[in-house]
């Protein structure tokens, strides 16, 4: 009962930046958790970032640390992901999820609502 809308994702050369943008709306309440997957051709599904929801942690794949901030805006159900000094190997596409509760964020079995997906492509 969560749907999720994403935009941003595009074309750009590397040590370039994009922001992805995912609006949740439906039954978006209590304790719960955001947080972006990204998926290259040919192989699995990995995770990115996560933030929960009522507290504000934030927490990032070792890959994108430095590199990659997930924030939210808290009046209108969406989390944002600023990537910054892009990498080729960050092409893939882009996935935002959703779940309750707040553990195992970065588990993508534990999300059971997800996006579109938005192809985010990085060139050399």
């Known amino acids: 009962q969560v749907q999720l809308v994403e935009s941003g994702g595009g074309l750009v050369q590397a040590g370039g930046s994009l922001r992805l943008s995912c609006a949740a709306s439906?039954?978006?309440?209590?304790?719960?958790?955001m947080a972006w997957f990204r998926q290259a051709l040919g192989k699995e599904r990995e995770f990115v970032a996560a933030?929960?929801?009522?507290?504000?942690?934030?927490y990032y794949a070792d890959s994108v640390k430095g590199r990659f901030t997930i924030s939210r805006d808290h009046a209108k159900s969406t989390v944002y992901l600023q990537m910054n000094s892009l990498k080729p190997e960050d092409t893939a596409v882009y996935y935002c999820?959703?779940?309750?509760?707040?553990?195992?964020?970065?588990?993508?079995?534990?999300?059971?609502?997800w996006g579109q997906g938005t192809q985010v492509t990085v060139s050399s």
């Open positions: 439906g039954h978006t309440f209590g304790t719960y958790a």
């Open positions: 999820a959703f779940k309750y509760g707040s553990l195992w964020v970065d588990r993508p079995n534990e999300y059971p609502y």
């Open positions: 933030i929960t929801w009522s507290g504000g942690g934030t």
